[in-house]
């Protein structure tokens, strides 16, 4: 069984910078292969799917919403994805989880994290 571990949120002012990590660990073998995305989900709204990376870390999607500002990556040797936040908004304030699918679809029956919050504010 894969399980991902979400890290890195924190207070930063409107226009900084934050890196998420999600750290897998238990089945890590072929991680590099393993479609992982993230999301997030703000108290009393639906959660949302921001990015993904899929096996081939070839074709990252993104939300149009973080599109330009938020870069998906994928260190294969230290098992982790990565979320560089960039040129964040208070409206990015939230808690970001990430999970072995792009769609939340697939996630039906998915026991979800304890995430990490972000939170952006002056």
């Known amino acids: 069984q894969l399980l991902l571990v979400e890290s890195g949120g924190g207070l930063v002012q409107p226009g900084g910078s934050l890196r998420l990590s999600c750290a897998a660990s238990?089945?890590?073998?072929?991680?590099?292969?393993?479609?992982i995305g993230w999301f997030r989900q703000a108290p009393g709204k639906e959660r949302e799917e921001i990015s993904c990376?899929?096996?081939?870390?070839?074709?990252?999607y993104y939300h149009d919403k973080v599109k330009g500002r938020f870069t998906i990556s994928r260190d294969s040797a230290e098992n982790t994805v990565y979320l560089q936040m960039n040129s964040l908004r208070p409206d990015d304030t939230t808690v970001y989880y990430c999970?072995?699918?792009?769609?939340?679809?697939?996630?039906?029956?998915?026991?979800w994290g304890q995430g990490t919050k972000v939170s952006v504010s002056s």
């Open positions: 999970a072995p699918a792009c769609s939340l679809v697939f996630l039906t029956h998915y026991s």
């Open positions: 238990g089945s890590t073998e072929d991680f590099k292969y393993k479609t």
């Open positions: 990376i899929d096996p081939g870390d070839s074709r990252p």
